[in-house]
T-cell receptor, first 115, second 112 residues
Framework: KAGVTQTPRYLIKTRGQQVTLSCSPI?????VSWYQQTPGQGLQFLFEYFSETQRNKGNFPGRFSGRQFSNSRSEMNVSTLELGDSALYLC??????????????FGPGTRLTVL | QKEVEQDPGPLSVPEGAIVSLNCTYSNSAFQYFMWYRQYSRKGPELLMY????GNKEDGRFTAQVDKSSKYISLFIRDSQPSDSATYLC????????????FGTGTRLKVLA
């Protein structure tokens, strides 16, 4: 079974630009979560989508948004990029995303550098 | 205070040593506890998954959960250089839609 895939793997942008990241979950998984990973803060939850609806949201500004398509693929968008947005963005998929018993599987991440 | 605390390390041990990695947490609603391993430039990979208190063993890895102390551990026996990675603990509550809360990770280096 193919794992979670993320594209692109690396991105370099300048301040003020916007960026869109893509995630394809494991086949059959309907929940997709996004995380930001930085050396200082570790892994921080951005949001979770299930059946095209945002179900959970972390404490990030509105510049961070996402969506999910009918095939469960998800995109994350960051507008008006800031230097502090430089991070590894990870996508994780799970079957239902409900109850703690449903484990998440991570993709390799997209490394975003903002200059 | 963060919900989950994890010593960032780095932790350097000789090959063959027993490694102990730990996390403490403050939210008593956490019931599911996970350990992930993350190699450089890769996404986290699920290593161990436990529910509630107790021990779970898988090969060289043992996960322990002590809910009364709000403390979880991952033990690695006969550590190998290939175990060199960052180890992340993660936790989630028992019901409803969930989100994982992660520790910041402990960097482990096993010296040959």
């Amino acid at each position: 079974k193919a794992g979670v895939t993320q594209t692109p793997r690396y991105l370099i942008k300048t301040r003020g630009q916007q960026v869109t990241l893509s995630c394809s979950p494991i086949s059959g998984h309907r929940s997709v979560s996004w995380y930001q990973q930085t050396p200082g803060q570790g892994l921080q939850f951005l949001f979770e989508y299930f059946s095209e609806t945002q179900r959970n949201k972390g404490n990030f500004p509105g510049r961070f948004s996402g969506r999910q398509f009918s095939n469960s693929r998800s995109e994350m968008n960051v507008s008006t990029l800031e230097l502090g947005d430089s991070a590894l963005y990870l996508c994780a998929s799970s079957f239902t995303g409900t109850s703690g018993g449903d484990t998440q599987y991570f993709g390799p991440g997209t490394r975003l550098t903002v200059l | 205070q963060k919900e989950v605390e994890q010593d960032p390390g780095p932790l350097s041990v000789p090959e063959g040593a027993i490694v102990s990695l730990n996390c403490t947490y403050s939210n008593s609603a956490f019931q599911y506890f996970m350990w992930y391993r993350q190699y450089s430039r890769k996404g986290p990979e699920l290593l161990m998954y436990t529910y509630s208190s107790g021990n779970k063993e898988d090969g060289r890895f043992t996960a322990q959960v002590d809910k009364s102390s709000k403390y979880i551990s991952l033990f690695i026996r006969d550590s190998q250089p290939s175990d060199s990675a960052t180890y992340l603990c993660a936790m989630s509550a028992t019901s409803g839609t969930y989100k994982y809360i992660f520790g910041t990770g402990t960097r482990l280096k096993v010296l040959a």
